[in-house]
C-alpha cells in the first residue's frame, strides 16, 4: 500500500493538561508527533506518559472524573472540536494496548475486520478477504496464519496475539497509530518481531510508542519525548528531539541519568 493511501499524518499536542478528578496529572503539554516517524515517549512509571496517550484518540475522557485542556491534531484538525465525532478519532488514530488483546473466540480473520464494524465502516466479501491478507501482512503475522484464518485468535502465541491486534487498528486505515508498552508482555523474540513490523509499518502509518525499555526506544523510534513528574508536581516534557541526541548529548542533565539507568 502506498503512503498516500493510508494518508500519512503529523500529530499536535499543544498545551495538553489532564487530570483525574483533583489530581493534576500531566501539566501544559506541547509536542508534535512527525508524520512517518517513529515518536517514543520515555519516563518512569506515574509520569503521565500513558495519560497522553489516552488523551491522543480520546480515551482520557472515558475515564469517570476524569478532564483535560489544550487540543490535539491530525494535520490541523482537532480531533476535540464538537464537529468531530469520536469514532472519527479512534479511526484516524488507532490503538494496540500492553496486553494483546484479541477477541478469544473470534477467528483469527474476523478479529482482522472486528474494527470496521466498531467505526461503522461497511466492505463487500471480496474486499473484506482482501483487507484481511494486507492487514495482516503489514503487521508481519500473515505468512504464520494464511492457511488457518478461522482458527481462534485465542489460540496463537502471545507475539502473535500481539501483531493480531496491530492487524485488527491498521485494517479501518488509521492515520497515527498508538502502542502503549506493545512488548512489555512478550518474549525477547516476539519482542523483536514487534519492533521489526514497527520499522517497517513507518513509512505507511505515523506511530508513537510508550516505552520502558531504553534499548528498544533507541532501535525503533526516530525522536523521543522525556516526560518527568517530580516532588508531586505534574508530568511535563523535561526535552524532545531526535532519538541519537536524546541519548547522547541531551540537553537536560536528567534526561541523560534517565537514559543512561540512574533513576526510574
Known amino acids: 500500500m502506498t503512503t498516500e493511501a493510508m494518508g500519512l499524518a503529523s500529530l499536535d499536542a499543544r498545551g495538553v493538561s489532564a487530570w483525574f478528578g483533583d489530581r493534576k496529572v500531566l501539566d501544559r503539554v506541547d509536542l508534535t508527533m512527525h508524520a512517518g516517524e517513529v515518536t517514543a515517549l520515555i519516563g518512569p512509571s506515574g509520569c503521565g506518559k500513558s495519560t497522553f496517550l489516552r488523551v491522543l484518540n480520546r480515551m482520557h475522557e472515558l475515564v469517570p472524573g476524569a478532564s483535560l485542556a489544550g487540543s490535539v491534531s491530525v494535520d490541523g484538525l482537532d ?13 484516524a488514530i488507532g490503538m494496540v494496548f500492553q496486553k494483546p488483546n484479541p477477541f478469544p473466540a473470534m477467528s483469527i480473520a474476523d478479529n482482522v475486520v472486528s474494527g470496521l464494524t466498531l467505526t461503522g465502516q461497511k466492505i463487500s466479501k471480496s474486499d473484506r478477504a482482501d483487507l484481511i491478507e494486507e492487514s495482516l501482512t503489514m503487521a508481519g503475522l500473515w505468512n504464520e496464519v494464511k492457511d488457518r484464518l478461522s482458527a481462534a485468535g485465542g489460540g496463537l502465541s502471545g507475539g502473535q496475539q500481539q501483531r493480531l491486534c496491530i492487524a485488527r487498528s491498521l485494517a479501518v486505515k488509521p492515520r497515527v497509530l498508538l502502542m502503549d508498552e506493545p512488548c512489555s508482555a512478550l518474549d525477547p523474540t516476539s519482542t523483536r518481531r514487534i519492533e521489526q513490523t514497527i520499522l517497517e509499518l513507518k513509512e505507511q502509518v505515523t506511530i508513537v510508542i510508550v516505552t520502558h525499555n531504553m534499548q528498544q526506544a533507541q ?31 541531551p540537553e537536560d542533565p536528567r534526561t541523560l541519568d534517565y537514559v543512561n539507568g540512574r533513576f526510574g
Open 79 to 91: 480531533i476535540y472540536d464538537s464537529s468531530m465525532r469520536i469514532t472519527d478519532a479512534r479511526r
Open 219 to 249: 532501535r525503533v523510534s526516530d525522536r523521543c519525548a522525556f516526560f518527568l513528574a517530580e516532588a508531586g508536581t505534574p508530568g511535563q516534557i523535561v526535552e524532545h528531539g531526535f532519538t541519537e541526541q536524546m541519548f547522547s548529548t
